[in-house]
């Protein structure tokens, strides 16, 4: 039975990952398809260094602020999973193109937004779009290209991720910086536009389609409870600490329990009855999925809330410009970009434990950046930091990409894109948790009238939990199946 199909070419043998994609993929496939990964990753980040410029030109209160980030995080957490089985159904590049041209479209009206309720539609728009494109990047890639190939394309998307993140805020710095037609900060979000366009064009000409076998109808029922749940869990994460965990949150928290085990319910039934449930459940019988997955949530833990209070650090406690602390995040991605595109090479020699290593050279680089960091205090150059953000960056660019190849390397092709939408859940929900944790860290110890000494304090309180992410990253690793070289 083949479970995959594809306009390109015939289908091939049963069982094979990608069942009609040319034998040979164009050199632009890849490079188009991580665009959007790219995209919609930095659109996360960059939005950080526009908030002091755009506070002050829409006269926005604190609430709308914070909206305009928790409004795209929550929006594309939460939609996610339905946006990888859509794909599934409907076909992933059609998906991916249909999100792409909504999030030019949501772009755009961040870019002209004249008050800040507008300006936080957008973004929720931008988050809804994001989560309907982002499912088809993995699934795409693990259909169009095999064997070999697809543990290089893995580790491409690893890298395209992590610039995104770690090169977000540079990019930023450098538009605002820039003033481009006094575009200030709506600049940050009409680039998008052209890069945008350019990403639609060539995937009409070049991507393949590829989708689920059959005619599978969309689990609404299932739909409707996944989306309530992510709500319980992710809405909480993101709005407790603002609000002092007040009992809603916890209410919250039990609701989100309670959603799951009805939707894995859910799912049951349908599976049994020989329906198309949103997420196959089967899926998590495979131990090298779940313990991936695991592993996937408690490495992006470490991520967002890292880049969060090195960026508090630099600009509030150090008084950094934008453009400034985004140059000392290059460092990061110097060690990242070397890492990276050597990952396939070292996850040849050390199998499951490349993963391990790097969060052990992430706990090295943390603990360089904390002991720099206590002995700068609130004086000395910043610059001294540089080699500890390069080691840290390091061990990240090992881990990201075999960690995306570990959770989808024995997935039914037919279910590529559902589980790459639940692996990026997993993505935003470690996200979301570790933005949750590390703020009631540095806020308490930064306490209610900080200066720069705090700052520093709180900082390192911070690296604390950082370092204990990666330790617990290096040890849920060893619960990885090994692989035929036993490593």
Same mark, same amino acid.
């Given at each position: 039975?083949?479970?995959?199909?594809?306009?390109?070419?015939?289908?091939?043998?049963?069982?094979? &990952?990608?069942?009609?994609? &040319?034998?040979?993929?164009?050199?632009?496939?890849?490079?188009?398809?991580?665009?959007?990964?790219? +995209?919609?990753?930095?659109?996360?980040?960059?939005?950080?260094?526009?908030? &002091?410029?755009?506070?002050?030109?829409?006269?926005?209160?604190?609430?709308?602020?914070?909206?305009?980030?928790?409004?795209?995080?929550?929006?594309?957490?939460?939609?996610?999973?339905?946006?990888?089985?859509?794909?599934?159904?409907?076909?992933?590049?059609? !998906?991916?193109?249909?999100?792409?041209?909504?999030?030019?479209?949501?772009?755009?009206?961040?870019?002209?937004?004249?008050?800040?309720?507008?300006?936080?539609?957008?973004? $929720?728009?931008?988050?809804? =779009? /994001?989560?309907?494109?982002?499912?088809? $990047?993995? /699934?795409?890639?693990?259909?169009?290209?095999?064997?070999? =190939?697809?543990?290089?394309?893995?580790?491409? #998307?690893?890298?395209?991720?992590?610039?995104?993140?770690?090169?977000?805020?540079? +990019?930023?710095?450098?538009? +605002?910086?820039?003033?481009?037609?006094?575009?200030?900060?709506?600049?940050?979000?009409?680039?998008?536009?052209?890069?945008?366009?350019?990403? !639609?064009?060539?995937?009409?000409?070049?991507?393949?389609?590829?989708?689920?076998?059959?005619?599978?109808?969309?689990?609404?029922?299932?739909?409707? @409870?996944?989306?309530?749940?992510?709500?319980?869990? @992710?809405? &909480?994460?993101?709005?407790?600490?603002?609000?002092?965990?007040?009992?809603?949150?916890?209410?919250?928290? *039990?609701?989100?329990?309670?959603?799951?085990?009805?939707? @894995?319910? @859910?799912?049951?039934?349908?599976?049994?009855?020989?329906?198309?449930?949103?997420?196959?459940?089967?899926?998590?019988?495979?131990?090298?999925?779940?313990?991936?997955?695991?592993?996937?949530?408690?490495?992006? !833990?470490?991520?967002?809330?890292?880049?969060?209070?090195?960026?508090?650090?630099?600009?509030?406690?150090?008084?950094?410009? *934008?453009?400034?602390?985004?140059?000392?995040?290059?460092?990061?991605?110097?060690? #990242? !970009?070397?890492?990276?595109?050597?990952?396939?090479?070292?996850?040849?020699?050390?199998?499951?434990?490349?993963?391990?290593?790097?969060?052990?050279?992430?706990?090295?680089?943390?603990?360089?950046?904390?002991?720099?960091?206590?002995?700068?205090?609130?004086?000395?150059?910043?610059?001294?930091?540089?080699?500890?953000?390069?080691?840290?960056?390091?061990?990240?660019?090992?881990?990201?990409?075999?960690?995306?190849?570990?959770?989808? *390397?024995?997935?039914?092709?037919?279910? /590529?894109?559902?589980?790459?939408?639940?692996?990026?859940?997993?993505?935003?929900?470690?996200?979301?948790?570790?933005?949750?944790?590390?703020?009631? +860290?540095? #806020?308490?110890?930064?306490?209610?009238?900080?200066?720069?000494?705090?700052?520093?304090?709180?900082?390192?309180?911070?690296? #604390?939990?950082?370092?204990?992410?990666?330790?617990?990253?290096?040890?849920?690793?060893?619960?990885?199946?090994?692989?035929? =070289?036993?490593?």
């Amino acid at each position: 039975m083949t479970t995959e199909t594809n306009r390109s070419a015939p289908a091939s043998s049963p069982g094979a &990952p990608a069942a009609a994609t &040319p034998a040979v993929p164009h050199r632009l496939i890849l490079p188009t398809v991580l665009a959007g990964v790219f +995209i919609t990753t930095l659109d996360f980040f960059i939005v950080n260094v526009a908030i &002091p410029s755009l506070q002050t030109d829409l006269h926005a209160g604190a609430s709308a602020i914070e909206w305009v980030v928790a409004g795209f995080g929550l929006a594309y957490g939460v939609g996610l999973i339905t946006g990888g089985r859509l794909g599934d159904l409907f076909g992933r590049r059609r !998906m991916f193109l249909l999100g792409m041209g909504l999030f030019t479209i949501a772009s755009l009206l961040c870019g002209v937004a004249q008050t800040s309720e507008f300006l936080v539609f957008s973004r $929720v728009l931008q988050g809804l =779009a /994001a989560a309907l494109l982002a499912p088809q $990047v993995l /699934a795409l890639l693990g259909t169009i290209f095999t064997g070999p =190939a697809r543990l290089k394309v893995f580790a491409g #998307y690893g890298l395209a991720m992590g610039l995104a993140a770690v090169f977000g805020q540079l +990019i930023g710095g450098l538009l +605002i910086e820039a003033d481009i037609a006094g575009l200030d900060w709506r600049a940050c979000f009409l680039v998008n536009l052209p890069i945008c366009l350019l990403i !639609m064009a060539l995937t009409v000409k070049l991507v393949p389609e590829s989708k689920a076998e059959g005619k599978p109808k969309l689990d609404f029922l299932g739909v409707g @409870v996944i989306t309530l749940a992510l709500v319980a869990l @992710v809405l &909480p994460l993101i709005e407790g600490r603002e609000k002092g965990w007040p009992a809603w949150t916890w209410g919250c928290f *039990a609701a989100f329990a309670v959603l799951l085990a009805v939707f @894995v319910g @859910v799912e049951r039934s349908i599976a049994a009855r020989g329906g198309s449930p949103l997420v196959n459940i089967a899926m998590f019988k495979d131990r090298a999925f779940v313990v991936g997955l695991g592993c996937q949530l408690v490495f992006w !833990m470490g991520q967002a809330s890292f880049f969060l209070v090195l960026a508090l650090y630099m600009q509030a406690g150090r008084g950094l410009s *934008a453009l400034e602390a985004g140059l000392l995040f290059a460092a990061i991605g110097a060690g #990242y !970009m070397y890492t990276s595109m050597n990952a396939t090479k070292f996850a040849a020699k050390l199998g499951r434990q490349v993963i391990a290593v790097g969060a052990v050279i992430m706990a090295v680089g943390l603990i360089v950046i904390g002991i720099t960091a206590a002995q700068l205090g609130d004086g000395g150059h910043t610059a001294w930091l540089i080699p500890g953000l390069a080691i840290d960056g390091a061990g990240m660019g090992l881990a990201v990409a075999p960690l995306a190849s570990t959770v989808l *390397a024995r997935v039914n092709p037919q279910y /590529a894109g559902s589980a790459s939408g639940v692996l990026t859940t997993g993505l935003q929900i470690g996200n979301s948790i570790g933005v949750a944790i590390i703020g009631v +860290i540095f #806020y308490n110890a930064l306490g209610d009238h900080p200066v720069a000494s705090t700052y520093a304090h709180a900082f390192d309180m911070g690296i #604390y939990f950082l370092v204990g992410v990666a330790a617990a990253l290096a040890l849920l690793v060893q619960a990885l199946p090994r692989t035929n =070289a036993g490593k």
